[in-house]
């Protein structure tokens, strides 16, 4: 069914464009109309994105747990948060380690072979009598074969070194979408008729700890917000590090000209991510800042050798052994770049 308020301002609309002149006193009117247009759409698609299946799931499965444990509103959102991103998000992060591994051997062995695979082009066209130009192109077209065959005979796709992000942003999203949902009473109709959501707004207000005691309000204390962009911070500095720590010397400008480009990025959406905290709910503030905390817990066990060998993390020359201690001086040279 179309969305009254939908069609009321786009009949608006359309009579001002058939049958108003388009003068100045007529511009703020047609202005007006089309605002409200376009807010009505908005408010369209964010009602259909609260109401989402796993939306609902999240919030079902966060006051089962509740429900089950009769842990506190606080404690079920940061044991959520851990178990989910312990079974979803580790297991990622060891699959694009390794395969970054793969691919760090795998582009050894190329280039090993290319010196000799460019002569033997160079040579087949002068016997064949070919023009000058073929041999670059055969040369090319060969090397992208041998990558293909490579990529598959490691099993080391470059999809694959996303993968965490795949899988942590669509969850990430739907948990935080049902935290707010919870914390500020959004719910449809027919949602309020199944699930006693009043119930669960009650409890989130009345269940949060120290300096948070009511989950449904944000934080007034200004710490959970800076908690979060710290933590993303950090998130963001330990991969620039394992980023650093793959690329080659040989790197062109262009690619470390990229790679600063995005962790500038990064490090303003974590800046953003501050006062955006600062006006939700201390619940979900507090399920980003979780988030982020075993977010540098997992980013630190991962480089870690012992446990690398013990997931059966390839050893490749860029590796450190000494992971920590790489990540202290980085920390340290960090400060004294922003100290001078």
């Not at 009117?29 to 609260?50: E, G, R």
């Not at 670059?136 to 694959?160: D, F, G, L, T």
């Not at 201390?282 to 630190?300: E, K």
């Amino acid at each position: 069914m179309v969305n009254p308020s939908i069609l009321r301002y786009g009949v608006r609309t359309v009579q001002l464009l058939q049958h108003q002149r388009p003068n100045y006193r007529n511009g703020p009117m047609l202005y007006q109309s089309v605002a409200h247009l376009s807010s009505s759409t908005f408010d369209t698609m964010y009602n259909k994105m609260i109401n989402l299946e796993g939306v609902h799931y999240m919030e079902d499965t966060l006051a089962q747990l509740h429900d089950y444990t009769g842990i506190p509103w606080y404690g079920s959102i940061m044991l959520f948060t851990v178990g989910l991103r312990t079974v979803l998000s580790l297991p990622a992060q060891v699959t694009s380690h390794k395969v970054a591994a793969k691919r760090t051997i795998m582009f050894k062995e190329i280039n090993e072979i290319l010196p000799n695979l460019k002569a033997a082009t160079e040579q087949h066209v002068r016997l064949k009598n070919f023009p000058a130009h073929e041999a670059p192109m055969r040369y090319k077209r060969v090397a992208q074969s041998i990558h293909r065959k490579k990529v598959v005979e490691h099993n080391c796709h470059m999809s694959k070194l996303f993968l965490p992000l795949y899988i942590q942003i669509p969850f990430w999203m739907f948990t935080s979408i049902a935290i707010r949902n919870i914390c500020l009473l959004r719910a449809s109709q027919e949602r309020l008729e199944l699930v006693n959501v009043f119930e669960r707004n009650i409890q989130m207000a009345a269940e949060g700890a120290l300096w948070f005691p009511n989950l449904t309000i944000p934080d007034p204390h200004f710490i959970l917000p800076v908690i979060v962009g710290i933590s993303f911070a950090t998130n963001i500095f330990l991969g620039s590090i394992r980023m650093h720590s793959m690329s080659s010397e040989q790197a062109n400008n262009r690619m470390s000209k990229y790679q600063r480009g995005l962790t500038i990025f990064m490090y303003s959406l974590a800046g953003l991510l501050v006062p955006l905290s600062a006006i939700q709910p201390s619940g979900l503030s507090l399920y980003w800042a979780t988030s982020g905390a075993v977010g540098i817990l997992f980013n630190l066990i991962v480089v870690s050798p012992k446990f690398r060998r013990f997931v059966r993390i390839p050893h490749v020359p860029t590796e450190s052994a000494t992971p920590y201690l790489d990540i202290k001086h980085a920390m340290l040279k960090l400060y004294n770049r922003v100290k001078f």
